[in-house]
Structure formats: structure tokens, C-alpha cells
């Protein structure tokens, strides 16, 4: 079965950086985009960042500049490089992946479990 795996997440001062990991496995025929969400206590659920195969990329307005995303093609990995961190940057951040299964002529949208940024003087 398809499973996402972050890593990545911790406590970091403002001004600071992390970089998140999300490593997909499974029967995978080929990824038609991930991306990162993340969801702060009390607020909705926001897409972050997200990549296509066709290499195309999309920011959040608070994150560009300072959020890069990234992809491993041959081990089906995302990675978010955040740099310059703000304490509204805070939040668990998702995974999220629109997968090819198997042969191909199945698709399926698919996320992690989270991993938990903090950022606090």
C-alpha cells in the first residue's frame, strides 16, 4: 500500500531554517504532482508549496522567497527547504501526493502524517 513518510520537523528561533523530507513507497507508477500543506491550531488547513513532473512549482504569498520545494525523482521524495522562519510559520506540515498506481490507469491522492514545525524566541 502507498504510504507518505515526513521527517524534517523540530523547534527553530526566528530567522532560522528546516528542511522537510516526504518519502513515498508503494506501488507507484509515476507522481503527477506533491506538494505541502500545513494547519495551525485553530485555522484551516493552507497548501504551502507544491511541484508537477512537468516541473512547474506554486507558493503560498507568505512563503515565496523563503520557501523552496524540490523533488528527487528517482527516490520518489519531496523536500521543503524553509529558510528565514517566522512565528506564523508554525504548524504541522502535510505531505501530500496525486499518485499513478500501478499500471498507471489508477490515481489516488494521498498524505502523511505531519511533522511539526515551532517557531519561538
Known amino acids: 500500500q502507498v504510504r507518505l513518510v515526513e521527517s524534517g520537523g523540530g523547534l527553530v528561533q526566528p530567522g532560522g531554517s528546516l528542511r522537510l523530507s516526504c518519502v513515498a513507497s508503494?506501488?507507484?507508477?509515476?507522481?503527477?504532482?506533491m506538494g505541502w500543506y500545513r494547519q495551525a491550531p485553530g485555522k484551516q488547513r493552507e497548501l504551502v508549496a507544491h511541484?508537477?513532473?512537468?516541473?512547474?512549482?506554486n507558493y503560498e504569498d507568505s512563503v515565496k522567497g523563503r520557501f523552496t520545494i524540490s523533488r528527487d525523482n528517482a527516490k520518489n521524495t519531496v523536500y521543503l527547504q524553509m529558510n528565514k522562519l517566522k512565528p506564523e510559520d508554525a504548524a504541522v506540515y502535510y505531505c501530500n501526493a496525486d499518485l499513478f498506481l500501478g499500471s498507471g490507469a489508477e490515481r489516488g491522492v494521498y498524505w502523511g502524517q505531519g511533522t511539526q514545525v515551532t517557531v519561538s524566541s
Open positions: 508503494g506501488s507507484i507508477f509515476s507522481i503527477a504532482a
Open positions: 511541484t508537477t513532473t512537468l516541473g512547474s512549482t
